[in-house]
């Protein structure tokens, strides 16, 4: 299992972070999701052999936000 951190941008209530959120703990191979407004970021846990930050990177632009 790995962990990755994303910074995330453009997060602006508590339910952006619960977008965000879900959106990530819908993809396959993700085990753990927290994200914080305050610190505009995602931490993800996750299988590296089904999934990649790169698709969670996609997955965060295509909801609206912006991954740093
Ligand atoms: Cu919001």
């Known amino acids: 299992m790995e962990t990755v951190t994303?910074?995330?941008?453009g997060m602006t209530c508590m339910g952006c972070v619960g977008s965000v959120q879900r959106v990530l703990q819908g993809m396959d191979g993700v085990k753990a999701v927290d994200v914080s407004l305050d610190k505009a970021q995602a931490t993800i846990q996750y299988d590296a052999a089904v999934a990649s930050p790169a698709q969670f990177k996609a997955a965060i632009e295509?909801?609206?936000y912006e991954v740093a």
């Open 6 to 9: 994303l910074k995330v941008t």
């Open 62 to 64: 295509d909801a609206g």
